[in-house]
């Protein structure tokens, strides 16, 4: 297990397309993490899982955007009717459980909303 | 609502310098403060991290000064070389129970 890995990592899709991104962590951390970084920003903080369950969300996620964790692997980050305003770097992280100091970030999906 | 301020934005240095990134905190709950450094096309990579019951931190070339009265901390990059090249992001958090708030990050070029 070499780190945390996403998928794809560059995404072009058209105003109003529906996208699915893929994180897979590292196989013992509970912990998923996705957060979303503009250009010349730090990252901002969507939501994260422990194991299976979403336990916050932040109010960027706004209700065209979902995440699942089913079984507590991979996790998945849809957005719906996308924007332009949706364009952006999608990061994902995993920790051991309680461990903000294990947090590691996979290299990213970069999506252009054209 | 901007938790974590940074600056500066960016900054210029000579190889063997000291870099210096300072950042401001608002929530006395944060108890962890990690540095964290990404590269073009990567994510960030944790640096070094402090927790409130120390002032400072050091990591070979790396230091982070910690003031928990004036809710400021930052990050020391002793001899910087031109492979320190990259986007330095502060964050904070409330040990481990809460997301990382990041700083929107300080650009760092190390040159010759």
């Known amino acids: 297990d070499t780190g945390v890995s996403q998928d794809p990592r560059h995404k072009i899709t058209k105003r109003g397309q529906n996208v699915t991104f893929r994180c897979d962590p590292i196989?013992?951390?509970?912990?998923l993490y996705w957060y979303r970084q503009t250009l010349g920003q730090g990252p901002e903080f969507l939501t994260y899982?422990?194991?299976?369950?979403?336990?916050?969300k932040s109010r960027l996620l706004s209700d065209r955007f979902s995440a699942e964790r089913p079984k507590g692997s991979f996790s998945t980050l849809e957005i719906q009717r996308t924007e332009q305003g949706d364009s952006a770097m999608y990061l994902c992280?995993?920790?051991?459980?309680?461990?903000?100091?294990?947090?590691?970030f996979g290299s990213g999906t970069r999506l252009t909303v054209v | 609502q901007q938790q974590v301020k940074q600056s500066p934005q960016s900054l210029i240095v000579q190889k063997g310098g000291i870099s210096i990134i300072n950042c401001a905190y608002e929530?006395?709950?944060?108890?962890?403060f990690p540095w964290y450094q990404q590269f073009p096309g990567k994510g960030p990579a944790l640096l070094i991290a402090i927790r409130p019951d120390v002032s400072e931190k050091k990591e070979g070339r790396f230091t982070i000064s910690f003031n928990k009265s004036a809710k400021q901390f930052s990050l020391h990059i002793m001899d910087s070389q031109p492979g320190d090249s990259a986007t330095y992001f502060c964050?904070?958090?409330?040990?481990?129970?809460?997301?990382?708030?990041f700083g929107k990050g300080t650009r760092l070029s190390v040159i010759a």
């Open positions: 196989s013992e951390h509970n912990r």
């Open positions: 899982f422990q194991n299976e369950a979403q336990l916050e």
């Open positions: 992280a995993s920790s051991p459980s309680g461990a903000p100091n294990g947090y590691t």
């Open positions: 964050a904070a958090s409330k040990s481990g129970n809460t997301p990382l708030v």
């Open positions: 929530n006395t709950a944060f108890d962890y």
